[in-house]
């Protein structure tokens, strides 16, 4: 998995703040986030190390949605309809 420049930089101010090299209040500002989200952060990172960086439940999540949703429409589930006929749908269901 590749890390995008924003979680690079956050893995890298992270691990500057563990060791000390860094002052959490300093990590703050760079990453600018608040100080509840840096310690949770930091409690995340001293428990999985540079994996931590990464929000891994949102991307996780997002690729089985797309897979699921690409494997139902390749394999003419959901009836036949198309992204676009269910966007449709959506947004004439409220006019009766």
Do not use: I, K, N, Y
């Not at 691990?15 to 509840?36: C, H, K, N, P, S």
């Not at 995340?44 to 690729?63: I, K, T, W």
């Amino acid at each position: 998995m590749e890390l995008s420049v924003r979680e690079r930089d956050r893995m890298a101010v992270l691990r500057q703040v563990d060791e000390g090299m860094l002052a959490a209040a300093t990590g703050v500002v760079r990453l600018g986030v608040t100080r509840r989200h840096f310690r949770r952060l930091m409690r995340r990172f001293e428990a999985e190390g540079d994996g931590a960086a990464v929000p891994v439940l949102e991307r996780a999540l997002h690729r089985a949605l797309e897979e699921r949703l690409l494997a139902d429409w390749a394999g003419g589930g959901r009836g036949g309809r198309s992204p676009a006929g269910l966007a449709d749908r959506r947004r004439t269901a409220s006019f009766g």
